[in-house]
């Protein structure tokens, strides 16, 4: 379901719970929905109740009055408690009236919609029950155009062979992830991965064959994979996955899981019987460093794996002292950059350790601060993107260079106190 879609049943729940509690004129009410994976309910809407007890109710079904509805599925119109005490888990249910009603979609309990003590100290009646059990019936079928919107949503993002996410899907979310890990200063790192020998499979063995080999990769990439990954067909026998929160060697660790799972993967019998093999060239690139934006580390991604290819297969991480560019196009040290990101706060991430990788000099003359090492890559921040001041120190370090932009005067700051930690050098 698409967010406005999401939005508007929310609305719709939101106006039916309103009219619910005006109507029967109930001082306090709530609507419990059962967790998804789960037999517990929690509260989803609530007037009258205290933010602590909202967030604290959890229900089993079976349990207190909620539970009880909710097994049963018939409703509850309790007109004196005191007459009938209703036991709700921990002591007497402490209404005076109340009415509980099952939302239920066909034949499941979905949730459970309440509502106590009447404005007008009056017990509730039939009619009040009835006008809850209409509304319940309405609230069940805002519940099934949601998980319909939803289950339209992943069919219209999932690759119907593989069942990973499809092209579309991965370029929402890496567009979304780029951007989180821009705010927190995170890394994020992203496997581009090609089956070696694919067109052989096809021209030679048929097409339902290499569907197959497809399917086995895919097997091996949901196995090997992290839970908050996002494991992609990203085209043709070409697979992508997003990895939040990953360094090189975190992604290095995911690649080789995905490698050894797909040695042990079952290949169809022609293969077998050909002695076939199933190998896989990946290719690695992280961001923000050393690609600055979500294109470039895509093409970072592929141009690593296919230098993967071209050496027989494996892992390859890109690095900017690869001196490679997308499909094996030429770029030098001093590579053209995209724009550079902004660092708010450049002392959060330095450290005296990093800053000596800069000669003292050259951090006074460009003002430079470097904060952070990955490989052959300095990232070093900036007052503003300086292309003179970036082959200036990728000259004298010896490392490729990922340039950040601060605020000069924190800069400033920052630099002088790593030089005094570093003992003036």
């Known amino acids: 379901m698409d967010s406005q879609s999401q939005r508007r049943a929310e609305d719709l729940l939101d106006s039916i719970f309103k009219v619910a509690t005006e109507l029967v004129r109930g001082e306090r009410a709530s609507l419990l929905l059962r967790e998804d994976n789960s037999t517990d309910f929690v509260i989803a809407r609530a007037v009258g109740l205290a933010d602590d007890v909202m967030r604290r109710v959890r229900v089993k079904t ?220 990946i290719g690695i690139a992280t961001f923000p460093r050393p690609a600055g934006d979500a294109a470039s580390l895509v093409e970072s991604a592929d141009a690593a794996m296919y230098r993967a290819k071209q050496s027989g297969g494996g892992i390859r991480v890109w690095e900017h002292s690869l001196g490679e560019g997308p499909r094996g196009a030429i770029r030098s040290r001093a590579m053209s950059l995209p724009a550079a990101p902004y660092l708010a706060d450049p002392a959060r991430l330095a450290t005296a350790e990093l800053q000596r990788h800069l000669p003292h000099a050259l951090a006074s003359e460009w003002n430079a601060v470097v904060v952070g090492h990955e490989g052959q890559v300095l990232t070093v921040a900036l007052p503003q993107p300086n292309p003179a001041a970036v082959d200036s120190i990728s000259k004298a370090t010896g490392f490729a260079v990922y340039p950040v932009f601060s605020n000069a005067a924190d800069l400033e700051a920052t630099r002088r106190r790593l030089t005094t930690s570093n003992g003036g050098k």
Do not use: C
């Open 62 to 281: 079976g349990e207190g009055v909620v539970g009880l509805v909710a097994q049963s599925k018939r409703p509850l119109l309790v007109r004196h408690v005191s007459s009938a005490p209703i036991h709700a888990g921990e002591g007497t249910y402490r209404s005076d009236s109340f009415v509980s009603v099952p939302i239920l979609v066909g034949d499941d309990s979905r949730g459970v919609l309440s509502v106590t003590d009447r404005h007008d100290g009056q017990p509730f009646d039939d009619a009040d029950l009835e006008t809850l059990e209409l509304l319940a019936g309405h609230i069940g079928q805002v519940l099934v155009m949601q998980e319909q919107g939803e289950a339209l949503q992943r069919l219209a993002e999932t690759d119907p062979l593989t069942w990973l996410f499809n092209r579309r899907h991965f370029d929402r979310r890496l567009e979304a992830e780029t951007n989180r890990a821009l705010r927190a200063e995170h890394l994020l790192a992203l496997l581009i991965l090609d089956v070696d020998r694919f067109k052989l499979y096809n021209d030679r063995y048929g097409h339902a064959v290499g569907d197959e080999v497809l399917k086995a990769v895919a097997a091996a990439v949901k196995q090997a994979v992290r839970m908050y990954d996002v494991p992609t067909r990203y085209g043709g026998d070409e697979f992508a996955i997003i990895l939040p929160d990953a360094d090189t060697e975190a992604a290095t660790r995911v690649a080789t899981r995905i490698l050894e799972k797909a040695a042990e993967a079952a290949l169809p019998p022609e293969l077998v019987a050909a002695h076939e093999r199933l190998q896989l060239s």
